[in-house]
């Protein structure tokens, strides 16, 4: 699949996650079945790459080389990136558990690195510190993806985010539809404008 064409971001983000300690089994389980859902519900060109092979991944078990890994990378301006994020169950006492990713902003690496993180935080509540360079400006949307997707979710993110300027009307979920669907394929200026709006109703910049 031809990836997106887009132009070369003016600035990566960076995400600090510090893992606190060792996530429960239960709690993972339940984190691996969050993502799973995340990978089917996002359109095929919006999906991680392998960093074994930098292509695009096809199933969500790619995800997982080992049940307590998660390991996926992406694409910058259409060019594989070999930058991977690799999160475990287990914290290693090896270590201080900090795990530095940078991320190219306006791509969709980011929004899935995003999407993950809330996730991680939240079904790994306590075990993971979560920052980014680019504020809390950067939660606002995956949290507004997830619930969208899940009614149901009651979602904390890794920094409180202002959402009385978010418009919730058409450009709000024109945004979040296009987002969505597994068949479907976002064109390159379905994804600028999905950028744009991002700015324009949560306040993510992209000079950071």
């Given at each position: 699949m031809?990836?997106?064409?887009?132009?070369?971001?003016?600035a990566?983000?960076?995400?600090?996650?510090?893992?606190?300690?060792?996530?429960p089994?239960?709690?993972?389980?339940?984190?691996?079945?969050?993502?799973?859902?995340?990978?089917?519900?996002?359109?095929?060109?919006?999906?991680?790459?392998?960093p074994?092979?930098?292509l695009?991944?096809?199933?969500?078990?790619?995800l997982?080389?080992d049940?307590e890994?998660?390991?996926?990378?992406?694409?910058d301006?259409?060019d594989?990136?070999?930058?991977?994020?690799?999160?475990?169950?287990?914290?290693?006492?090896?270590?201080?558990?900090?795990?530095?990713?940078?991320?190219?902003?306006g791509?969709p690496?980011?929004?899935?690195?995003?999407?993950?993180?809330?996730?991680l935080?939240?079904?790994?509540?306590?075990?993971f510190?979560?920052?980014?360079?680019?504020?809390a400006?950067?939660w606002?949307?995956p949290?507004?993806?997830?619930c969208?997707?899940?009614?149901?979710?009651?979602?904390?993110?890794?920094?409180?985010?202002?959402?009385?300027?978010?418009?919730?009307g058409?450009a709000?979920?024109?945004?979040l539809a296009?987002?969505?669907?597994?068949?479907?394929?976002?064109?390159?200026?379905?994804?600028?404008?999905?950028?744009?709006?991002?700015y324009?109703?949560?306040?993510l910049?992209c000079?950071?």
């Open positions: 031809t990836p997106l064409s887009l132009p070369a971001c003016t990566d983000v960076h995400y600090i996650v510090t893992q606190k300690a060792t996530v089994p239960e709690r993972w389980a339940t984190f691996v079945l969050a993502i799973t859902g995340v990978f089917w519900q996002l359109p095929v060109n919006l999906r991680p790459c392998n074994v092979n930098g695009r991944m096809e199933r969500s078990s790619e997982f080389p049940p890994m998660f390991l996926f990378s992406g694409m301006g259409g594989f990136t070999d930058q991977s994020v690799l999160i475990t169950r287990s914290r290693s006492d090896s270590t201080d558990g900090k795990l530095d990713v940078i991320t190219p902003h791509q690496v980011d929004l899935f690195t995003r999407l993950a993180l809330v996730l935080y939240n079904h790994g509540e306590g075990c510190e979560i920052t980014s360079s680019a504020g400006a950067s606002s949307l949290v507004r993806w997830l969208r997707h899940d009614a149901t979710l009651n979602l904390s993110s890794p920094a409180s985010f202002r959402d009385d300027n978010v418009f919730n058409t709000d979920e024109l945004m296009m987002m969505s669907g597994a068949e479907r394929v976002v064109t390159t200026q379905e994804w600028l404008l999905i950028n744009e709006f991002e324009r109703l949560y306040g910049r000079s950071l």
